[in-house]
């Protein structure tokens, strides 16, 4: 879309994607705007002049609650910064020699929101995704990092008109939804509201919206979020760039499907209920001789009155989710055996968001937990609106499988030149073993969006299902369909398809504009199959977040191997042809274990700014050659373990998927077997949105 004033380039472009849910949970109500504690910026009135107080409210439909309140004016400088408060309110008194236009960013974990204001008089700026797309609109680039910069050398691209100019195209976009909810237009930036689920948060509470740059303009979509007919149906979107001419308008929206929608506080309430559970020791939640040990047990065994009136009917026996009733079994399975286990006590639930509607009413949300180390993850689950009061229901699947986006950097030390990028979906299916050790699962079949059919299938050594390369006849040892892929160096010659050839790209890989024009809730259909060939059951997976382009994904920052790490793995790798790390004989003392950390216990990897922490270590291999067919390589293995988000170093042990897995030893305790190679490690992470950000070192060669 065009502005009034022409739009430059930036000097800079932050390497940021945002991935921004307009929805509902966390944090606390009420309205005001009161001076949220520890702001920083003049409080000289300077005798009789008034000073300009800026204020707003930074909300998803929740309170964006603890987030880094940033306001830069026209010359750079950063005139105001604090927190927002519970209800997700922040004032600023401005300096005298503020200078307007003004940028507004509000920060917390990996979720970044913009705004902007044409004044320095103060007034009212809130910070929200629908503002966000307002400031990618006056961005030159798209990115809304990118404006505090631009608007330093052209100040006219913000002014009171082009702010209206793309705050009336943004409401005339979203018209039919305003319609469905009784609201007549509003005013995102200036427009008062209260982050209680009335008004203006209704809006937020009843969309999603991502906001992705990719270098040269961002890539916008906005979701309804009503019940579906069925849990195949597409759903009601837009999708658009900040380079189109026109901005698209939001399909018909009918009140009635819009009736699922939680407030804030009934979301919120769910995940104070679920830390008040955890609260309680052990012995408390389950039954349990002690504090100390975990133990085993089933719904029955959850005694605290604060746990078991989490689930529907106040009964665990009715959580029902991926083959799995609430308990723990010795082989730690089970929904919620983290109730049964010491280690969880004190988890905290919080930044509850309502994500989508199932056709049967049930609500999916995402939630962060974080122990009492300070480690935090992001997850869903699934809800039941009984009453007014949200119960865990479980998502009624017989089978563990998940499908998420997946945006991977590769990082092939012995060969930095066919670095790449690639993204796609990894739809990660649970190869499940019977009492003797044999896969459950003779396929399953995966419909994609396009209603493309692949086939995955199980592999000794991987808990996971293979996607079957094209020819159906040869297994590519991922689960990952990657939709496209691209060398870091844009000098480099072909595509990562040209030599990855134990990974999966689709026949014909997809464009940037393509990718872009994916729906974030995009539904899957997964058809398992047992050992005898026969349909046992077929399950309905919807994303909260569409694969990110290749040109996205540049901008993101990944975790990085220290440069001590690097040279240590170099060394040790380079001694072999392939590059690969092969274990010798199995030793008491010096045992083989993966011991990822530099030389002296250092660190292995750092944790640049923006870049998501991991919460996962992996590394994948071969068992020794001529174990699994003789005078064949080894069977594909993988081996993983969660790490602190605070960690910088890990250990992984050797663990066997089946009886017919030979890439680890007994001899001296579970260790890698002599002659098991080790070619590639993996630090991965999910985003609030479930996209996986995984980073490969791989320390094979390519030729």
Known sequence: MTSISPKIRAGWAAALVLSLAACGGGGGGGGGFPTAAGSTGSTDTGGTTTAAKLSGVAATGAAFSGATITVVDQTG???????????????????????????????????????????????????????????????????????????QTNPGAVTADTIKKQTDELVAAITPLLSALGLAAIDPISGSFAADGTGQDKVLDSISVSVLPDGTAANIEITVKATPADDGSAPLSISYSTSSAITPVLPTVTASALTNTPSPATVADLFTRLTACYALPLSQRVNAPNDTAAVTGGPADVIAPACRTLFVGDDPSTYYNNGNTVGRTASNRGAFNSLFRPGPTGLVWDRGNFEFVRA????????????????ADNDTIVARNVGGTLKLAGNGNDHSASVRPFSEHRDLINTPNFNSYTTGYNINIDNKTDGSGNPIFSKVLVTAPDGVVRTFVPQS???????????????????????????????????????????????????????????????????????SNASVATQ????????????????????????????????????????????????????????????????????????????????????PFGSTT????????????????????????CSTQGSSDKHCDNTFGQQYAEGTSINTVELWARNARQVEISKKIGFYKLQ
């Open 540 to 623: 309905k997976y919807r994303t909260l977040a569409r694969a990110q382009s290749v040109a996205e994904i540049r901008q993101l920052a990944f975790v990085n191997i220290t440069a001590t790490m690097r040279a240590g793995l170099l060394a040790e790798t380079d001694i072999a042809t392939d590059g690969a790390s092969i274990y010798g004989a199995p030793s008491q003392n010096d045992p083989n274990n993966v011991d990822f950390s530099a030389d002296g216990q250092l660190d292995a990897w750092t944790v640049p700014q923006g870049a998501l922490a991991p919460t996962s270590l992996a590394v994948y291999g071969r068992a």
């Open 630 to 653: 003789a005078g064949q390589p080894g069977a594909r293995f993988n081996d993983s373990t969660g790490v602190a988000s605070s960690a910088r170093k890990a250990m992984v042990f």
């Open 461 to 531: 050594g991987l808990s996971y299902l293979v996607v079957m390369k094209d020819d159906g006849v040869t297994p590519s040892g991922s689960p990952i369909v990657r939709l496209a892929g691209a060398y870091q160096n844009t000098a480099t010659a072909g595509n990562p398809a040209d030599k990855e050839l134990g990974l999966y790209f689709v026949g014909t890989q997809y464009t940037d504009a393509q990718i872009a024009a994916l729906q974030n809730q995009s539904v899957w259909t997964l058809e398992f199959f047992d050992t």
């Open 360 to 375: 049967n009413g049930d609500l999916v949300l995402s939630y962060r937990w974080t122990d009492t180390a300070g480690n």
């Open 77 to 151: 400088s950063t005139v105001c910064t604090t927190q927002t408060d519970s209800a997700g309110a922040y004032a600023c008194t401005l300096p005298a020699s503020t200078k307007a236009p003004l940028v507004i960013k509000a920060v917390r974990d990996d979720q970044t929101f913009y705004s902007t204001t044409a004044s320095a008089a103060g007034g009212t700026a809130n910070v929200t995704p629908l503002t966000t797309i307002i400031v990618a609109e006056l961005s030159p680039d798209g990115n809304p990092a990118s404006l505090a910069g631009a608007i």
